[in-house]
């Protein structure tokens, strides 16, 4: 009896911890990233320079500004679709990066198309940092 | 021009009868999972413009979805699936393509029959998916006939 209501309560409370800050991101990717390369730290300026590089890994998405633009407190446009997509930097929109699982997944689906291979930790910890820094509109 | 001016004329004569229309209706039931998934990259078009055959056969290669990577979890797909098919037309081969595109089934070509090569190629309309390029309801899953406008950019 006790356990048929102790065990939704439980649920929903993991569900409710469950979101993240840009910066507990950042902290988390940093330390996965420090295993392999001791003392590393998150860099704004590698990270603007990983958003604005031009792969050229495919025709349509050769960067990531392809449909984010290269100005990340602005909205951008797919570049297939011409869907609205929403600002990617925080301080625009609020929403960006409080979970994890949706920004595991667009990391995932993004790095694969555009840099051709799956980003590391590093990269991650690198280009959230620079988004947190850029400013809203 | 003339065309395109004749057709929002027809359609405007029409529009009273859009009542009629079996043109498509968002299902009642809305899958919170499958709005998010399915309408980030476009909108979330409506279930009911393809098959139920097409709908299971698109979810099983999400990993290669029109040139793009739309993979999922697998407890999101199998939801998602089931989504699509409880919804999905009963109205047999006019709803099915073999590309498994909305935009090449027989009822999509036939109720676009009107339009004009140069408005499908038009730079604000990019792809005959861009439903709400014309139908300015789309991401409501309007496509009532005294809501749209084509784009024709004057060069």
Redesign the interface.
């Known amino acids: 009896m006790f356990r048929l209501i102790a065990l939704p309560l439980g649920i929903g409370i993991a569900l409710a911890a469950h979101a993240e800050t840009p910066t507990d991101l950042v902290a988390r990717y940093a330390q996965q990233a420090a295993s392999s390369q001791p003392g590393f730290s998150a860099s704004a300026e590698r990270g603007r320079s990983f958003f604005v590089r031009k792969w050229n890994v495919t025709d349509?998405m050769p960067d990531c500004a392809s449909c984010h633009t290269e100005r990340p407190d602005r909205a951008g446009s797919?570049v297939?679709?011409?869907?609205p997509i929403k600002p990617l930097a925080p301080a625009a929109n609020p929403e960006r990066f409080s979970k994890l699982a949706k920004v595991e997944?667009w990391f995932?689906?993004n790095c694969?198309?555009v840099v051709g291979r799956e980003c590391s930790a590093a990269e991650k910890a690198d280009l959230i940092e620079f988004l947190v820094a850029t400013g809203g509109a | 021009m003339m065309k395109v001016k004749a057709i929002l004329i027809c359609s405007a004569l029409l529009a009273s009868g859009s009542l009629l229309a079996d043109g498509p209706r968002m299902p009642r039931e809305i899958d919170k999972t499958w709005i998010e998934e399915c309408g980030s990259c476009h909108l979330a078009y409506p279930p009911s413009l393809l098959t139920a055959d097409n709908w299971r056969r698109m979810m099983g290669g999400l990993d290669r979805h029109f040139g793009s990577n739309a993979s999922l979890d697998a407890a999101s797909a199998a939801k998602i699936t089931a989504f699509l098919e409880r919804n999905a037309s009963t109205r047999g081969q006019r709803n099915a393509s073999s590309t498994l595109r909305i935009t090449d089934t027989p009822w999509f070509v036939r109720e676009h029959d009107e339009v004009s090569p140069a408005a499908w190629r038009d730079p604000n309309v990019k792809s005959a998916a861009n439903c709400a390029a014309c139908h300015r309801g789309a991401d409501r899953g309007d496509y009532d006939d005294d809501d749209i406008v084509i784009p024709v950019t004057r060069r």
């Open positions: 349509k797919h297939i679709t011409a869907k997944k995932r689906r694969t198309e």
